[in-house]
């Protein structure tokens, strides 16, 4: 299996804090790949010098086999992307702010695929609302159909789920199954391990900047331990640390 994503040795440091120090990894072609780490720990960041909206201060990562640091266009043009607690422009309404990212990505036949998402994500009520005036999780919702309108082959999603009730959780769960089992890769950021447990095949584990953890889930759980309790000991927080 190809690598979707590889990083090696990457770091982004602001002044004396180590936001991400010398993480290397690497993300399998239809993987369910999740970031797990305390708050602060640099999930964000490494998200972000991956989809070229950082610069890392030293190593280099590489996305669909391209450089993030030299071409990131071409990298976001490619990927989709659910940036940490991003909103939609205020002044559109939902379905003008699709049509926008349609116009953008150059997508064909948009409003069909739009109509799609209002559905799937039973939001087809708001959709002539200004994103100004929709709830958090509408507007998340949003967001989530921005990131996959174009069908990317990977997705970068910085704490997708946190929005959303228990019904919406179990509909976008079961489409990012879905959507690796076509073969695409998500690459996701999230504090619900519950979540990371039942849907993720590998996941890494970052604290303070550094990647204390990666590998597959099934190693995990066939240790008879659960996610949780994995993710307590390798952020020296376990009843054993
Ligand atoms: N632009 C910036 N300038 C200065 N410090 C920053 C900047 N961006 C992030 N940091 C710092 O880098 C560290 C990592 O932040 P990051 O947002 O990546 O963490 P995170 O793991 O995503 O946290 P959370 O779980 O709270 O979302 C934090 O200490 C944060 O304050
Ligand atoms: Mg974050």
Request: hydrophobic share 40%; net charge negative.
């Amino acid at each position: 299996m190809a690598a979707v994503i590889s990083a090696s040795g990457l770091s982004r440091h602001y002044g004396e804090l180590k936001a991400v120090d010398q993480v290397s990894l690497e993300v399998e072609e239809g993987s369910l790949f999740g970031l797990l780490g305390p708050n602060g720990s640099g999930k964000t960041t490494m998200i972000r010098m991956l989809t070229g909206q950082v610069r890392p201060t030293s190593g280099s990562a590489h996305v669909l086999g391209i450089d993030v640091v030299a071409n990131s266009v071409q990298v976001r043009q490619q990927i989709g992307i659910i940036p940490e607690q991003e909103t939609p422009p205020s002044f559109l309404t939902a379905e003008e702010y699709l049509a926008f990212v349609g116009s953008i990505r150059k997508i064909p036949a948009v409003q069909e695929k739009a109509d799609w998402w209002f559905d799937f994500l039973e939001f087809s009520d708001k959709r002539d609302v200004l994103c100004k005036d929709l709830s958090r999780g509408t507007r998340q919702k949003l967001m989530f159909a921005q990131a996959f309108l174009h069908r990317p082959v990977l997705a970068l999603i910085d704490e997708p789920l946190i929005n959303f009730d228990p019904v919406m959780q179990k509909t976008v769960k079961g489409y990012l199954k879905e959507y690796v089992r076509d073969g695409g890769t998500i690459f996701l950021s999230t504090h619900i391990l519950e979540i990371a447990e039942e849907i993720c095949s590998d996941v890494a584990i970052i604290h303070k900047g550094r990647l204390v953890h990666t590998g597959p889930v099934a190693g995990i759980l066939g240790q008879q331990q659960h996610l949780a309790d994995f993710f307590l000991e390798a952020v020296g927080k376990g009843s054993h640390a």
